[in-house]
């Protein structure tokens, strides 16, 4: 496996389609899981554009829903990779919606994803690391850095029963 570090800019996605009705719920706006499956895929794309390994999705960290987007508008998924660990990356999904007469475009949600590396059998292998050259991806490879903290204590909380410190 080729581990030579790579910069974000190399994993860097867009996709972009039309929301149609069968996207929709009856108020005619995009449904939420329709939105979080795409992200997925967006990042899955970064993921594996910066490790060329198969991968399977880790975590999810701090969806948000800010506005809706509506049935004729497109929607747009921008993916990048912030941080890289040992066996598994963290990615960043922005989407957008875009009025097709207008152009007007707004962020509709923020998601941050782990992916972890694995080979065929299911064991982890090591990802490239991330080549960080400014100011701006340090401070992002910095709170994914804690956001994978507060991940894996969460994760150590949900396995250890209350008053044990043995993991179920």
Do not use: W
């Not at 570090?5 to 108020?27: G, H, I, Y």
């Not at 989407?95 to 475009?105: H, K, M, Q």
């Amino acid at each position: 496996m080729d581990l030579t570090p790579k910069r974000s800019a190399e994993s860097a996605t867009e996709m972009v389609q039309v929301v149609l009705p069968n996207d929709a719920n009856p108020l005619g706006f995009i449904l939420g899981g329709t939105v979080m499956h795409l992200i997925d895929i967006a990042g899955a794309i970064a993921c594996h554009r910066h490790t060329r390994s198969l991968l399977v999705t880790a975590a999810v960290d701090d969806l948000q829903f800010l506005h809706s987007i509506k049935v004729g508008d497109l929607i747009i998924l921008q993916s990048h990779v912030t941080c890289a660990f040992k066996t598994s990356l963290e990615v960043q999904v922005d989407v957008f919606s875009e009025e097709t007469l207008t152009g007007a475009r707004q962020l509709t949600s923020r998601a941050y994803l782990t992916f972890v590396a694995i080979a065929r059998d299911g064991s982890r292998v090591l990802v490239p690391p991330l080549i960080v050259d400014t100011d701006e991806q340090r401070r992002v490879c910095e709170e994914a850095h804690r956001r994978r903290a507060q991940r894996l204590k969460r994760k150590m909380e949900a396995i250890t029963p209350a008053g044990s410190t043995t993991p179920l």
